[in-house]
Each structure stands twice: as structure tokens, then as C-alpha cells.
């Protein structure tokens, strides 16, 4: 499972964001093979004021359906949404998403452990899938693809 997260920094402009922010989730409500979708109003942070406002998670059954989603005319139409907020003021991250497949993180590539360690052939994914993955075309290309329209 895959995890899209656009991560909004604090505005500037709380209404203007929250206006925007609106038009932008109703976008995404359209975009296709969502299986969930979390928002996250960040409170607040050890360390202080916080960095970030608030946090839109979006789960995908794999990186393929993921980039198909984004690429499709919803996805572009709401990647083109968010490019209407101030520049810097978001931030876009995908990551796997290991609880949901048992509770328990994948182990890491056998070139990054000592001899002895157990085999990194027990994980769901070879090393070699993980680097296919990665190479596959980056979502946030796709939304950034939108603005150039």
C-alpha cells in the first residue's frame, strides 16, 4: 500500500488557504482507485510552534495505481488546484505503508547488513522490485505536470 501526502505548511493566509484548500479536496474526492482518505489538523509540536498545518494522506493499492491515479484528468485537474497556493507552501511525499500488510517493517536489503544477518529474500519485495519502484515515474511530476496546462 502507498501513501501520498501533501503536507501544507502554515499559511499565510488562513482564509485564502482554507478557500483553496476546499476547491482542492473536492478535486481529490474525483481521483480514481482512492482506497482511503485521511486529513490531519496538526495542534501542535514538542518543539514549539509547528512547521506544518495540516496533513492530506491518500492511500493506494501500489505505486502503478497511484501515478495512473494522479496522471488521470481528476488528478490533474486537482494537482492543478493546489499549484494555486503560494509557492513553498506544501509539500509532497509518498511512502509505503507497512503496518497495513501485517505490522511489521520489511527487512532492509541484504547490502546494507553485516554477513551474519538474516537474508533479505524473506521480505514480500526483492531488492531489485524496490529499485524498479523507485525509478517509476514520480507522482509529484504528475501534479506539478497539471500547472504547466
Known amino acids: 500500500m502507498i501513501k501520498f501526502m501533501v503536507m501544507f505548511r502554515q499559511p499565510e493566509n488562513a482564509e485564502r488557504f482554507e478557500s483553496t484548500y476546499q476547491d482542492f479536496l473536492a478535486l481529490v474526492e474525483r481521483i480514481p482507485r482512492i482506497l482511503r482518505r485521511q486529513v490531519v489538523h496538526v495542534t501542535g509540536s514538542p518543539g514549539g510552534a509547528p512547521e506544518y498545518y495540516r496533513i492530506l494522506e491518500i492511500y493506494f493499492e501500489s505505486l502503478d495505481v497511484q501515478n495512473e491515479a494522479l496522471m488521470s484528468d481528476a488528478g490533474q485537474e ?72
Open 78 to 149: 486537482a494537482g492543478a488546484e493546489l499549484y494555486r497556493l503560494p509557492k513553498n507552501s506544501f509539500e509532497l511525499l509518498y511512502a509505503d505503508v507497512y503496518e497495513e500488510e501485517g505490522g511489521s517493517t520489511p527487512v532492509a536489503d541484504s547490502a546494507d547488513k553485516p554477513a551474519d544477518s538474516p537474508s533479505a529474500e524473506s521480505a514480500d519485495e526483492s531488492p531489485a522490485d524496490a529499485g524498479e519502484e523507485a525509478a517509476a515515474a514520480s507522482p509529484s511530476a504528475a501534479v506539478k505536470a497539471s500547472s504547466a496546462d
